[in-house]
């Protein structure tokens, strides 16, 4: 048997931990939509030189899903106290995936029919932002502007669902106002 390193086995035991305790986590991320030049992109924070992820995160215990992302927004790109907090519209879900296991990071846009306990539900919310808005970002996050182009079908490097998100949105009409 190959032996893996600790630093992988670790996040793995703390998770099925988690989980023995408190059962499937559910994971609230918001879709913040701009246009630039006529064209749709998408709000994403980027983690050190290569790693994507929507803005949002676990949902604490009795907390809804709206409540839970709007809370996740403000933690992660809201200003501090005593700064008011952006109001987030948030809208309707658009995608929700499932991790079947913790030894892995594949997730399916669907429960697949053999999995009886799932480890983990991620749901994606459209967020409808205000013509303009400030943030503020960790350290060490940057929040950057990609492209409905550059994502759709780029599985490489925003990994499944990030790269869906194209087809997700595909059923809206989008409206851009001129300045």
Not at 26 to 51: C, D, M, Q, R
Not at 96 to 112: D, G, K, L, M
Not at 124 to 138: D, G, K, N, S
Request: proline share 9%; net charge neutral.
């Amino acid at each position: 048997m190959e032996k893996v390193h600790q630093s992988i086995t670790n996040p793995i035991i703390r998770l099925e931990s988690i989980y023995k305790k408190e059962g499937i986590r559910t994971i609230v991320e918001g879709i913040l939509l701009v246009h630039e030049h006529n064209h749709p992109y998408i709000l994403l924070l980027k983690v050190g030189t290569a790693f994507y992820k929507l803005p949002g995160g676990k949902l604490e215990a009795g907390e809804t899903e709206i409540n839970g992302l709007k809370r996740k927004l403000s933690s992660k790109l809201g200003p501090d106290p005593p700064y008011p907090q952006p109001d987030w519209q948030i809208g309707e879900c658009v995608g929700v995936w499932w991790r079947t296991n913790f030894e892995t990071a594949s997730v399916y846009p669907y429960c697949p029919p053999h999995i009886t306990k799932p480890k983990e539900c991620r749901k994606q919310f459209v967020v409808q932002l205000p013509e303009r808005e400030y943030f503020v970002v960790p350290k060490n996050l940057q929040l950057v502007s990609v492209p409905f182009y550059e994502l759709y079908d780029n599985v490489q490097k925003f990994g499944h669902v990030i790269a869906s998100i194209p087809e997700q949105l595909s059923k809206f009409q989008f409206n851009t106002i001129d300045e």
